[in-house]
Antibody, heavy 118, light 108 residues
Framework: QVQLVESGGGVVQTGRSLRLSCAASGFTFSDYGMHWVRQAPGEGLEWVAVVWHDGGSKYYAESVKGRFTISRDNSKNTMYLQMTSLRADDAALYYC???????????WGQGTLVTVSS | EIVMTQSPVTLSVSPGERATLSCRASQSVSSKLAWYQQKPGQAPRLLIYGASTRATGIPARFSGSGSGTEFTLTISSLQSEDFAVYYCQQYNNWPPYTFGRGTKLEIK
């Protein structure tokens, strides 16, 4: 069955960096666009970034543009989110989600928690 | 950026009754709208895409309607497992993909 497992979250100081990973299994990873969506504690969902199935196109939310970089390695069935210059408002549960390139997210991981401390 | 507005913020309904949740877009998104359900401590789950198409495995009591700027998610006869937070999301104009702030469906 489809499985998405995020990892790499943790406690990080303001201004530092962190890299999240999303390991995929149970489907042909290279057929799907992949997204990061985050959720601050007690808040709603915020889309962060997407990488196309072949890694050829990437798009970002304005709030993370220039600080976060999304990437993927189809040989490893893994997507990444390199986060730099972290701010307090980046603290959230980060989910990865897949997209058959239609724009909706049909499977989600369980999330990895990022805490930003000063 | 398209802003998605959900109403009400909280909806109290008794089991077995019908629930109607609304989602409005700040500009037309055609039928490119999805609905998700999120229970405490869980990831969101896709319910509806294309405004009205149920995702795989979603019970028939969930239905979606609307196009343009006005959308509705209806749950025809609430079961105990349906009490959760529901989000709408547009994917017509992106980036960014945008979500509503959610409607919490609680037991009356």
């Amino acid at each position: 069955q489809v499985q998405l497992v995020e990892s790499g979250g943790g406690v990080v100081q303001t201004g530092r960096s962190l890299r999240l990973s999303c390991a995929a299994s149970g489907f042909t990873f290279s057929d799907y666009g992949m997204h990061w969506v985050r959720q601050a504690p007690g808040e709603g969902l915020e889309w962060v970034a997407v990488v196309w199935h072949d890694g050829g196109s990437k798009y970002y939310a304005e709030s993370v543009k220039g600080r976060f970089t999304i990437s993927r390695d189809n040989s490893k069935n893994t997507m990444y989110l390199q986060m730099t210059s972290l701010r307090a408002d980046d603290a959230a549960l980060y989910y990865c989600a897949r997209d058959i390139s239609s724009g909706w997210f049909d499977s989600w991981g369980q999330g990895t928690l990022v805490t930003v401390s000063s | 950026e398209i802003v998605m507005t959900q109403s009400p913020v909280t909806l109290s309904v008794s089991p077995g009754e019908r629930a109607t949740l609304s989602c409005r877009a700040s500009q037309s998104v055609s039928s490119k709208l999805a609905w998700y359900q999120q229970k405490p401590g869980q990831a969101p789950r896709l319910l509806i895409y294309g405004a009205s198409t149920r995702a795989t495995g979603i019970p028939a009591r969930f239905s979606g309607s609307g196009s343009g700027t006005e959308f509705t998610l209806t749950i025809s006869s609430l079961q105990s497992e349906d009490f959760a937070v529901y989000y709408c999301q547009q994917y017509n104009n992106w980036p960014p993909y945008t979500f509503g702030r959610g409607t919490k469906l609680e037991i009356k």
